[in-house]
């Protein structure tokens, strides 16, 4: 048996040893090609090297295919990392999302489930998964409008939106500029609402309140994160949901994995004790506890080979903050220049923003349109980006619900608008090089000449 672990072990290290002689033979070059004019500038790119490599080799090496000792480690890494209790590893961001809104219909929750018609604020300029849950279980967004150059919700529109059915706040950060959050959290401390905090484009910005300074994502019941290849940090496909909260996190534990009732990981069984001892609603006594479902769950699991890449990345996060951070700052200098004909963002007072992308809003009055101006971009082979979906319920998958009930508009959505007609953003992503960033610069400058 010995012989036969050494032999692995061995292998192994070969295995190795040849994956990372291809990262430094093949992908490092690649990597670290010198930017010439003319060449793609993507928006965002996965940052890596030979680490992530051997990580997933290891994985792929146990062929444990489900969730295992990766996704475990990565779990508890990045709970410590961020500062919560409980994290919770999915198939995407838009699953956190999903999950982070079912948890809160659960019946555990008594008074504050959110049941078919209640009322969730949220705002229509973003990315549609932080909606789409709240319409298709039956609960009904109320769209606030935002502002510019911070880009997230006005919150002097929140005492507006409220109504008697009103039970949860679900909102971005967007771009990585954290929106209000003293003011949010206060207004939904005030009248006993959920705040979920979609924290899929600001993983690592930090906001300060009253001295105490914790991450986004921290500040609510309930914070998610994508780790899609263009965000922060990467698995490929993948994200998190989290909380403080015990009962919350065990509902969210309970409907991503299938909505059962028994918390064993697989391939454990009867860590209670009392597999088949206990009573559950209608079932007959002593039901296998393995096959009792509390919930109207899912199978959102992550498998290991993509946590694997997760457990380096994360090592690799600071680095990537400060990085985020210079190339926009250095963005915002370049291009202080044309502040008459664009807009710059700007971040949100008593923040620290990790951010995503640079956002810039074209003055229309300058003579300027942002289709040229993009358009002048893309033809240089600058990648540019939309703010998501500009004012969401005027896209096609609103049709079939606009001018009924399933969503409410508070107010008008003005800054909305005008965001999806002038607003655009470029990349800040950790492997932007200082070329990349003069490139995109110049491209700009000529732009608006």
């Known amino acids: 048996m010995m012989e036969d672990k050494n032999r692995e072990a061995e292998l192994r290290a070969e295995i190795k040893a040849l994956v990372e002689q291809y990262y430094y033979e ?23 090297d030979e680490k992530e490599m051997l990580s997933l ?68 300029c973003g990315f549609p998964t932080t909606v789409s849950p709240i319409l298709q279980y039956g609960a009904v967004p109320v769209f606030v409008d935002v502002t510019i150059p911070q880009y997230n919700i006005d919150v002097s529109r929140l005492e507006g939106a409220l109504s008697p059915r009103t039970k949860a706040v679900m909102i971005a950060h967007t771009l990585g500029n954290p929106f209000s959050v003293r003011e949010v959290k206060a207004f939904c401390e ?67 994995d299938w909505g059962r009732d028994c918390v064993c990981p697989s391939g454990r069984d009867n860590l209670c004790g009392h597999r088949f001892d206990g009573q559950f609603g209608e079932l007959p006594q002593g039901y296998d506890h393995k096959y009792v479902y509390s919930h109207f769950g899912y199978n959102l699991k992550v498998t ?22 210079e190339n926009w700052a250095y963005l915002k200098e370049q291009l202080r220049d044309l502040s008459e004909k664009l807009i710059l963002p700007e971040p949100e007072p008593d923040s620290e923003p990790s951010w995503f992308g640079f956002l810039i809003t074209v003055r229309p009055e300058s003579g300027l349109s942002r289709n040229k101006v993009t ?34 508009i508070s107010g008008e959505l003005t800054e909305t608008n005008r965001i999806m007609e002038h607003t655009f953003w470029i990349g800040v992503y950790p492997g932007m090089t200082k070329e990349k960033l003069d490139a995109m610069a110049r491209a700009l400058k000529e732009a608006c000449s």
């Not at 956190?96 to 019946?107: G, I, R, V």
């Not at 009248?191 to 300074?213: F, M, P, Y």
Request: proline share 4%; net charge neutral; with cysteine.
């Open 26 to 48: 093949v992908k490092k070059p690649e990597q670290e090609k010198p930017y010439q004019e003319g060449d793609r500038i993507a928006y965002a790119s996965r940052v890596y």
């Open 375 to 408: 358009r002048y971009l893309e033809d240089r082979n600058i990648q540019t980006r939309l703010l998501f979906s500009g004012n969401l319920v005027l896209h096609p998958c609103f049709d079939q619900i606009r001018g009924t009930d399933a969503y409410r």
């Open 57 to 124: 080799t290891d994985a792929m090496l146990d062929f444990w295919l489900t969730t295992g000792r990766f996704a475990d480690q990565l779990e508890r890494e990045f709970a410590r990392w961020i500062g919560v209790k409980h994290v919770h590893l999915v198939n995407s961001g838009s699953s956190a999302n999903l999950l982070a809104f079912m948890a809160l219909t659960s019946p555990l929750l008594g008074d504050r489930q959110i049941r078919r018609g209640d009322e969730v604020i949220t705002v229509a």
């Open 304 to 325: 290991d080979l993509q946590a694997a890449i997760g457990v380096e990345q994360l090592r690799k996060f600071p680095e990537f903050i400060k990085r985020r951070r």
């Open 190 to 256: 005030k009248h006993n609402l959920w705040l979920v905090e979609d924290n899929c484009d600001a993983l690592g910005s930090k906001v300060s309140i009253d001295g105490v300074t914790k991450y986004t994502g921290t500040w609510g019941d309930i914070g998610t994160s994508s780790f899609y290849p263009p965000h922060h940090m990467t698995m490929g496909e993948g994200g998190a949901v989290y909380t403080d909260d015990p009962l919350l996190n065990k509902i969210l534990l309970s409907m991503r």
